[in-house]
């Protein structure tokens, strides 16, 4: 199994961090290197408690389709995603979230597990690609930038 942590401090409020965390439209723009969309589901607004989202996207060189659920949600501290049909053993993504004066301190916690034991060059890609996605999305380009800016009103309001 594969691990993943990853902590972010952002210059907006909690409330407004965690919406955009669990905006479709925003992974989208996100993600559109990969060509990924929201194809089922809740494709786009702000997805909540026990809803889910089939994605379909390009990551190495092949096309991935899998189904998101959102298993645990408590606003505005905490949720999880977990993977519910797709490539993977195991997918889950915890959401956490911390408010001190006008900050927020967001925690992204990934576990994940190949399809299977000779599939683990699978996981090892992916923790690659997955750190530099989430690293890249969350503490420097798409929801700190755009929680810090007046973008966040395009997609939570």
């Known amino acids: 199994m594969v691990r993943l942590e990853l902590l972010t401090t952002i210059a907006a409020p909690i409330e407004r961090v965690f919406d955009l965390s669990r905006s479709i439209d925003l992974h989208m723009a996100s993600t559109d290197w990969t060509g990924e969309r929201a194809i089922a589901g809740v494709t786009s607004g702000l997805i ?12 190495f060189g092949i096309s991935i389709t899998h189904t998101s659920r959102i298993t ?12 519910v049909h797709g490539s993977f053993r195991r997918f889950c993504h915890d959401h ?7 900050s927020t301190r967001m925690k992204d916690v990934m576990e994940f597990e190949a399809p299977c034991d000779h ?5 090892n890609a992916w923790r690659s690609n997955a750190t530099g996605k989430i690293s890249c999305r969350d503490a420097t380009i798409w929801i700190r930038k755009t929680a810090e800016s007046e973008d966040w009103r395009k997609f939570v309001l």
Not at 48 to 59: A, I, K, N
Not at 119 to 123: G, N
């Open 119 to 123: 599939w683990e060059f699978l996981s």
């Open 96 to 102: 956490y979230f911390e408010g001190y004066g006008v």
């Open 48 to 59: 909540g408690p026990d809803q889910e989202v089939t994605w379909q996207g390009r990551h």
């Open 72 to 83: 645990k949600y408590e606003f505005p501290n905490y949720f999880q995603d977990c993977v």
